[in-house]
């Protein structure tokens, strides 16, 4: 297995407070990554960073052995990394089945588009997506009138409509409840192996879910990294991230 | 299909019906008999309906709000102007009077290609889309948006109104041109009282309308939507919003264009009031009204609203001045009853239809 992305030295600051502060991290080809750390500690900001939606002022990023900081966001897209946001964003006027054939993207340009309808989407793997998300009843819905989990469902289904060979997704499961977290972790056990994923989260319960090897952040440096035990029990971590409840366990 | 709406007013091939059925019945008008200075003013409404689509096609669709239709709209106009007012010059009379009276001894220099008929046409076509086209970059590729947007395009079209106004010399400034004969190409003279006339505007209506909703139908089209709803998803999705989005000003810019180049053909006359402000944003209350989202919508609000404002001012002229206040009157009610028009008012009334059907079908099966 190949390393896929590697952050070399990737440093955002504001003035001299630096969000991300030299950080460095390498995800391998075909893994699921987890990130977590402290409110502010800058896990976002990699993934902005990553993404171009946010200049870096230092380092490198390294995809697929070439260096992409730089680019534009649309062609970072295009170089095969997808990415779901924090707080969904679907198409709320345009229907289920539109969202996804938008995320459809074989060719960006606008002229070609116009001489473009939809016949020509590839049929089977858009079937198999819409499977995985379970959205198959609602196809004719309009985003809009989804529920917040199922509208969660639809921006995966719609990074991965694109097929991309990173898949960046910040807080899959934020503001889902119990059950629609369960239903989120056997998608996301079902795309493990066949793509790469780092997930940023909150939900300590999903982490363990799903997670394989974990990277943790505080500071905008890397504290620590390994599976899911070793960083249960790592004193550093225990301390800025499961500080609170070591102190609770304590009492 | 389980849980669907599928509300009438969504069927592709009813919509297309609907606007060949609409284009067929406004072609009819002059059958029945429309007098000469009354089909004049049905031209001017073909005109009006373009503008309208023109809007509808970049904010309703595009969610980018011009207040700056005006600016291709009068550009072509004046191209136009100049056009047929050559054609009435000679080259033993090769000053337009209005020049004279601007102490003009020659002609200048931007209106020697108007000699040209071919030349005029492409001038009016050509230099309001590279316009649109290196205005539309700058803004985008800042990736301006939303109110930015509508002050930028005010502004610019302000900044041709008073150009149009203080280039006396070559605009006639206030008094505007007004060129003595209807243009004629290949020797065809179109008469702006004629049927002929009509028939060209409203082809040029329909032509623009339905290219508009093929390219909607396009995938190009949900793309488009797609960048309203959320430009940085489609970002992310790996599209260039700044091109998309410079594609459907210039492409609604265009339908504008054409609507400035037959509007002087039907009124023989151009001044800076193509530039004023009030014009731009009464297209915009147009297409609100008729429910930015629907071509179909705009096209009727265009006509109904300039139809009203003319027989009013018929009545009295206290009429004509309170025509303002009615017209905003209206535009708030839309703006809070109706935010998506009349259109959109449309859907809903269709919707219950549909229910209708539903709960009464199962009783026809049961009685038969």
Redesign the interface.
């Given at each position: 297995m190949g390393v896929l992305l590697e952050l070399k030295d990737l440093t955002k600051a504001y003035d001299t407070y630096a969000v991300v502060d030299r950080l460095n991290l390498t995800i391998n080809e075909g893994e699921l990554r987890c990130l977590i750390g402290p409110n502010g500690a800058g896990k976002t900001t990699t993934m902005d960073l990553i993404?171009g939606?946010q200049k870096l002022t230092g380092g490198k990023v390294i995809f697929d052995g070439r260096e992409i900081n730089g680019l534009?966001?649309?062609k970072i897209?295009?170089r095969g990394i997808?990415?779901k946001?924090q707080v969904p964003?679907?198409?709320?006027?345009?229907s289920v089945r539109?969202?996804l054939?938008?995320?459809f993207?074989r060719n960006?340009d606008?002229?070609a588009?116009?001489?473009?309808?939809?016949r020509r989407t590839d049929k089977q793997r858009f079937d198999e997506i819409v499977e995985l998300i379970g959205l198959g009843?609602?196809?004719?819905?309009k985003a809009g009138f989804l529920s917040h989990g199922e509208t969660q469902w639809l921006?995966i289904g719609?990074v991965l409509t694109?097929n991309p060979r990173l898949l960046l997704m910040d807080e899959p499961t934020a503001g889902m409840t119990e059950q629609e977290t369960l239903k989120t972790s056997e998608i996301f056990k079902r795309l493990k192996g066949a793509h790469t994923l780092v997930v940023v989260e909150h939900d300590m319960t999903f982490v363990r879910q799903i997670a394989e090897t974990i990277s943790v952040l505080h500071l905008g440096k890397l504290l620590a990294e390994g599976p899911m035990h070793q960083i249960e029990n790592d004193p550093k971590v225990r301390e800025v991230y499961l500080g609170a409840e070591g102190i609770s366990d304590a009492a | 299909?389980?849980?669907?709406?599928?509300n009438l007013y969504h069927n592709k091939a009813g919509q297309w019906l609907c606007y060949i059925a609409l284009f067929v019945v406004l072609a009819l008008v002059p059958v029945f008999g429309a007098e000469p200075f009354q089909l004049n003013v049905y031209s001017r409404y073909a005109v009006y309906a373009m503008l309208a689509v023109s809007v509808s096609m970049v904010w309703g669709f595009g969610g980018i709000l011009s207040l700056g239709q005006g600016i291709p709209y009068g550009l072509a106009a004046y191209c136009m102007g100049a056009t047929m007012q050559m054609q009435y010059q000679t080259p033993d009379d090769p000053i337009p009077s209005f020049m004279l009276t601007n102490e003009l001894t020659e002609l200048p220099a931007v209106w020697e290609p108007f000699w040209s008929t071919s030349i005029g046409l492409i001038l009016a076509l050509g230099v309001p889309t590279l316009i649109m086209t290196i205005f539309g970059i700058l803004m985008f590729q800042a990736r301006l948006a939303g109110a930015f947007v509508a002050i930028m395009t005010l502004a610019i079209l302000n900044a041709f109104y008073s150009m149009a106004q203080d280039l006396q010399p070559f605009t006639a400034g206030f008094n505007g041109i007004s060129p003595p004969n209807p243009f004629t190409a290949f020797g065809v003279t179109i008469d702006p009282y004629s049927e002929m006339l009509y028939w060209i505007n409203l082809g040029l209506l329909a032509l623009v309308t339905l290219v508009s909703k093929y390219?909607l139908?396009?995938?190009?089209g949900?793309?488009v939507?797609?960048t309203?709803?959320?430009a940085?998803?489609?970002?992310?999705?790996?599209?260039?919003?700044s091109?998309?989005q410079v594609?459907v000003f210039v492409f609604a810019g265009l339908i504008a264009t054409l609507a400035g180049i037959v509007w002087v053909m039907t009124v023989q006359y151009v001044s800076p009031t193509a530039f004023e402000t009030p014009f731009s944003i009464y297209m915009v209350i147009w297409a609100a009204v008729g429910g930015r989202h629907s071509l179909f919508g705009a096209i009727v609000a265009a006509i109904v609203l300039n139809y009203l404002q003319t027989e009013l001012a018929d009545i009295s002229e206290i009429w004509q001045k309170a025509w303002l206040l009615l017209l905003g009157g209206i535009f708030i009610a839309v703006v809070l009853l109706l935010p998506r028009g009349l259109a959109g008012l449309f859907e809903y009334l269709l919707g219950f239809i549909k229910i209708g059907r539903r709960q009464a079908a199962p009783g026809r099966i049961a009685a038969n």
């Open positions: 993404t939606r534009k966001e649309n897209v295009r997808g990415r946001f964003a679907v198409f709320k006027d345009l539109e969202n054939e938008v995320a993207n960006p606008p002229f588009n116009m001489l473009m309808f939809f009843e609602r196809l004719g819905e921006e719609m694109q | 299909m389980t849980g669907q709406t599928q390219v139908q396009s995938k190009f949900t793309i939507q797609a309203r709803d959320d940085e998803r489609v970002r992310f999705l790996g599209y260039s919003v091109y998309f594609v």
